[in-house]
């Protein structure tokens, strides 16, 4: 007899992570390789952080701080938000599970995203079982909010909106938001997952879920440090909930989840705004050069406010994504995303991009002959 694995877990699909450096350096016999695929930050960590870690690696025999207290705090002060209602997680994508299992029970409850969409609330929604409602995002790129509000019902219980959006980089506006937030029932849990939301701050119609989520106790926000503040192997992110949904969390929550190296990480990195400027800055220029290498390809990509650029090149994407890795460049496919045609390029360092750029017109002359 099999065990008895739940139906519902079996018909997951594993998450699809970007290929690691040493994979591909293996396969093909590469020695230089670039991964502009998982949103990483090219600058690497930030030098506060990582001396930091080196300081707490003598005391990584003890267990962490279970509450995070001290990153908790300087949370707290820094965006002016009461630490009882901040919650530190492995990476924010621990709190997104988290969220499916203190929310999510019944077969059907819904849980509401756009398409195409991170796909971490595919797997808390999967998980738990529950009913995806998938709402395709407009042509633009941007999530089609008015569609989505006609799909809430009273058994929406989370609805996802990353801003800026994965995969495509777009981000909706105060006013679309404000709109869609009328509609939101008390029942339904809108998650503001703003990963990327340190690239877009300046930007002036893109909502700060932090300060929605003060205000209203049916919106989360979502944020991490391991894009902009370049610390995605160490796992942690944080989120801004309402006092009853953060001691929910707390209380579902592994005891040890943030372990000792993320929590000095994070207090560190936000010291150091020089690292943090540094980043925006190579990341402005980023954009433009992958936007316009992808224009060159005859695509016209979305208007990122991201860390990447995502581009439907109306046709398979497979082959060049293949062709670039043989060339030593990892790019991300649409195809994990259900958009095949796709594809997603993470801003590098000016080196980096150089050898994308190379490699993207070897594909384009190659495809010519
Ligand atoms: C929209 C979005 N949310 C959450 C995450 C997860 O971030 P973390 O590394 O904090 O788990 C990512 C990572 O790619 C993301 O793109």
């Known amino acids: 007899m099999p065990l008895p694995i739940r139906p519902n877990v079996r018909k997951m699909a594993a998450y699809s992570p970007g290929k690691p450096i040493a994979e591909v350096q293996r396969k093909f016999g590469l020695e230089e390789v670039v991964k502009l695929a998982s949103n990483e930050n090219p600058l690497g960590p930030s030098p506060l952080a990582m001396q930091a870690i080196r300081e707490a690696a003598q005391s990584v025999h003890l267990y962490p701080d279970a509450d995070a207290s001290d990153l908790t705090a300087k949370l707290a002060e820094r965006f002016g938000f009461p630490a009882e209602r901040i919650v530190v997680g492995n990476g924010s994508d621990e709190l997104i599970a988290l969220l499916g299992h203190v929310l999510l029970s019944e077969e059907s409850d819904e849980v509401l995203c756009g398409d195409p969409t991170f796909l971490c609330y595919d797997l808390a929604a999967l998980l738990a079982g529950c009913r995806l409602v998938k709402v395709p995002l407009d042509d633009k790129g941007v999530h089609d909010l008015p569609a989505m509000a006609s799909r809430l019902t009273e058994r929406t219980r989370i609805v996802f909106l990353p801003n800026p959006c994965n995969p495509t980089g777009t981000i909706v506006d105060k006013s679309d938001l404000n709109a869609f937030l009328r509609d939101l029932p008390e029942t339904a849990l809108l998650v503001l997952d703003e990963a990327y939301f340190e690239f877009a701050q300046d930007v002036r119609e893109v909502p700060d879920g932090r300060e929605i989520a003060l205000e209203r ?84 990509p979305f208007v990122s406010h991201a860390n990447f650029v995502y581009a439907d090149l109306k046709r398979p994407a497979g082959l060049l994504v293949q062709t670039l890795m043989e060339q030593g460049v990892i790019v991300r496919s649409g195809a994990p995303f259900g958009q095949p045609n796709a594809i997603r390029v993470t801003v590098g360092t000016p080196k980096e991009l150089d050898r994308f750029e190379e490699a993207l017109s070897q594909c384009a002359a190659e495809a010519a002959r």
């Open 217 to 300: 106790d049916n919106v989360a926000a979502l944020r991490t440090f391991s894009k902009a503040y370049g610390l995605a192997g160490v796992r942690c992110g944080y989120g801004f909930f309402s006092a009853e949904l953060a001691d929910a969390l707390l209380r579902a929550k592994q005891p040890f989840n943030v372990n000792v190296l993320a929590q000095v990480a994070g207090l560190a990195a936000l010291d150091d705004e020089d690292h943090l400027q540094r980043t925006l800055a190579n990341n402005r220029e980023g954009l433009e050069r992958i936007a316009a290498a992808l224009r060159r390809l005859g695509s016209e």
